[in-house]
């Protein structure tokens, strides 16, 4: 188009070369384009100081950035393209479609209105087949008025290009109606193929930005707060904003538009963020802002921030078309979850089905632990998932998957009380972290997590471990992933305590089999001996009495073995039967230090014996105490050094002490030997049934594990109790207290 000024006299006398002068500028279809051309044909060809056009868009006027200007202009302040304060005039032009003349109501920035007055403009409506498509502004000159030739003019201008421009706003109404349906049928198609939420969001970014040419979209999904984003993403055609990186952007959102619109749960716009210094744009070249909460029924789970280059977008039709666009979003996205929960709730199915499998597999605990990290990292897409196993003191990782670096590797450890999962172990309760901020001294298994879930395995008075979950995501737990590795764990603790108990009884059991084996095989060998020399006439007949007594005792040894074995499994199964007759414990003591002289002489032990006269009779099974107390000072006089004292001491205590399970008073019986000592964590389980076999694999000389756990059985079988007492190499004390009034007579207090 030449760029010489055009006779306004002659487009006023002569249609044709006033057609001919627009020929140029109308040729585009494409309605910016076509705008900018008829602003720059009117303001350097015809001549008029300020243009602007406003297209009508359902009930509002949407000014575009198409304009012309050659002197200050009250028409287009910092903030951009609008008409004067006397909005009227606009409304009175699109109603009458005629020609509307006002006065401004402010001053054009920078320059004193001529005579006293300020300028004010000219609204031409193009109107086509009756109907208004779009609006033509034109500043009057400073303290003066456009003539009327002028006003003629511009008149006959509109009527020319009212139809072109007709044509382009409905064509550009047309696409972008195009556009919204392609969204929509993407989002329905997408929804209908079951996707996950990041899915949807994605997608619906990334066609506002490629179909609708904005230049930021995101959607945030946010916790219940409203203050920590949960899922986040987004699609820009311009980098970021300064100060704004793909790490903030989400907090930012939350922070600015976004807390607007959630906090008035409707959509918040911002026509030109540079009237606002408080909106802060994503995205570089930015003028305009929409935010749109997402969420059904009041319950908003989100929010949609797009941004456009051009000020003022965001017309009352564009926001309702975005609005529709949000609630077609929010049914795809809670259809999403409903979908997500069907399937985890499938998913939590296969998951109990595969823990019933692993139980019935009886496989070993490190095995299971691994299976169990695999089978929840492969099912839920945990990005970090570990789990813990409680020992004495402390926890240990026994398996440990993870999409994330890792600080931490198989074997590590951590005190009960302390960590996560220390500490949700101890106290049987779930550790929950949100935020980086919310761990204090409690560390994450790798850098960059951000959210992290420990749920403990077992309780706090049967600690067996826990599971840890961990995501680089802010708030990516909540109560399904809460409620689905409680469960997991409930079944876990049956199928984990049935693992270690199994392992411990192969353990006992191979011990066992090599402690009785051990434990016969000597006296059958001496017994063996015996008889071959005898048979063999090796030995002289005067030495044959001592090689029948030593077979004698062996013989004796081996039948007290198989007696404790039958004994104990009667008392498991519950078919020991008392036969409670009177009886004097003393009796019984002094049978038993009778008994055992012998070995006490060959050890050169020196027994000492304090019995108390006061202690009554009492209903006992006495065979049974007889072998009870036997064993007990035999060990005593077995552990003891030679040329060592044992101590035997009774005595009547007739008030109940707190640690009994009776009331009233008790026959109280202590046997101090002068061995090397127990360790504490053995006091219990040399009770246990094959328990001295752990004392003797940490160094302690120890018998077979059957004659404590049968005094255990006979105590407990009369209603009282037995324990012991040491303290290092200074030997150790075994206490017995039995009720006086019988077994039948104890009660809790």
Request: contains cysteine; proline residues 5%.
């Amino acid at each position: 188009m030449p760029n010489e000024p055009v006779d306004q006299h002659r487009c006023l006398s002569d249609p044709a070369y006033l057609a001919d002068t627009l020929r140029e500028a109308l040729a585009p279809i494409e309605l910016d384009l076509l705008l900018w051309r008829l602003a720059e044909l009117l303001h350097q060809r015809l001549g008029f100081d300020c243009v602007a056009f406003g297209v009508v868009e359902g009930p509002g006027v949407s000014f575009r950035e198409a304009h012309g200007t050659r002197a200050a202009c009250a028409l287009r302040p910092s903030g951009g393209w609008h008409l004067p304060e006397r909005a009227g005039a606009l409304a009175r032009a699109l109603e009458r479609r005629e020609t509307v003349r006002c006065g401004a109501a402010r001053r054009a920035a920078g320059a004193e209105a001529e005579r006293g007055e300020d300028s004010g403009c000219a609204v031409v409506p193009l109107v086509h087949q009756q109907s208004v498509a779009a609006v033509l502004v034109v500043g009057e000159p400073a303290g003066g008025r456009l003539a009327p030739e002028a006003v003629r003019l511009l008149e006959q201008v509109a009527a020319l290009a009212a139809p072109c421009v007709t044509s382009a706003v409905r064509l550009e109404q047309a696409q972008r109606r195009a556009a919204y349906l392609q969204i929509e049928s993407d989002l329905s198609r997408l929804t209908m193929a079951s996707p996950d939420r990041g899915q949807l969001i994605g997608m619906v970014c990334r066609g506002l930005v490629d179909r609708l040419r904005v230049t930021f979209a995101a959607l945030v999904i946010c916790d219940e707060t409203g203050r920590f984003p949960v899922l986040a993403r987004y699609a820009s055609a311009a980098p970021f904003a300064e100060g704004v990186d793909a790490e903030s952007w989400p907090a930012r959102v939350l922070a600015g538009a976004g807390a607007a619109a959630l906090a008035e749960q409707s959509p918040w716009r911002c026509d030109d963020v540079r009237e606002q210094a408080d909106v802060q744009p994503m995205a570089v070249g930015t003028r305009s802002v929409l935010a749109l909460p997402i969420g059904l029924l009041g319950d908003v789970m989100g929010v949609l921030e797009v941004e456009h280059p051009a000020a003022g977008y965001f017309t009352d039709l564009e926001r309702a078309r975005m609005a529709d666009l949000a609630l077609m979003l929010a049914e795809a996205l809670d259809h999403a979850e409903i979908f997500a929960q069907q399937q985890r709730r499938w998913q939590h199915l296969l998951l109990a089905n595969e823990m019933a499998r692993v139980a019935s597999e009886r496989l070993d605990v490190d095995e299971i632990a691994r299976r169990v990290v695999r089978e929840l990292q492969d099912r839920f897409r945990y990005p970090t998932v570990a789990l813990w196993l409680a020992e004495p003191s402390q926890v240990v990782l026994r398996a440990v998957q993870s999409q994330l670096a890792l600080d931490a590797a198989v074997g590590q450890r951590e005190r009960l009380g302390e960590g996560c999962a220390g500490w949700a172990t101890q106290q049987g309760r779930v550790v929950r972290v949100d935020g980086v901020d919310e761990l204090g001294d409690r560390r994450a298994l790798g850098p960059e997590r951000q959210s992290l879930l420990c749920v403990p395995i077992g309780s706090a008075e049967w600690p067996i471990g826990a599971l840890q979950i961990e995501s680089p995501e802010p708030g990516a737990f909540g109560e399904d992933d809460e409620l689905l590795l409680e469960a997991l764990a409930h079944a876990l603790a049956g199928v984990l305590a049935g693992a270690q108990a199994l392992a411990r009884t192969q353990q006992l059991r191979e011990d066992l089999t090599r402690m009785i084996v051990h434990d016969l095989r000597n006296p059958l060998q001496a017994v063996q001996m015996t008889l071959g020399c005898l048979l063999g006439g090796d030995r002289p007949p005067n030495d044959a009495r001592e090689l029948l007594r030593e077979s004698g005792r062996c013989i004796d040894e081996m039948l007290e073995l198989v007696s404790s074995l039958l004994d104990v499994s009667r008392f498991e199964d519950g078919q020991m039967r008392l036969r409670l007759a009177p009886a004097v414990l003393n009796d019984h003591l002094r049978a038993v230090v009778r008994r055992l002289a012998p070995l006490a002489r060959a050890k050169s032990v020196q027994v000492t014996t304090v019995l108390s006269s006061q202690l009554p009779a009492m209903q006992l099974d006495g065979e049974l105490v007889e072998r009870m107390l036997a064993n007990v000072v035999g060990n005593a006089l077995k552990f003891t050094p030679e040329g060592s004292p044992v101590s035997i001491q009774s005595e009547l205590v007739e008030l109940p002490r707190a640690e009994w399970s009776w009331v009233g008073g008790a026959a109280l019986i202590s046997v101090r030997d002068s061995g090397e000592g127990i360790p504490a964590q053995y006091h219990e389980k040399i009770f246990e049934k094959f328990g001295q076999v752990e004392s003797r694999k940490a160094g302690l000389t120890t018998s077979t594990g059957l004659g404590l756990a049968l005094c255990r059985y006979v105590v407990e079988a009369h209603g009282g109790r037995i324990w012991v007492e040491s303290t290092g190499s200074e030997g150790s004390t075994f206490f017995i207290a039995l009720p006086l009034a019988g077994p039948g007579a104890a009660s809790t207090p």
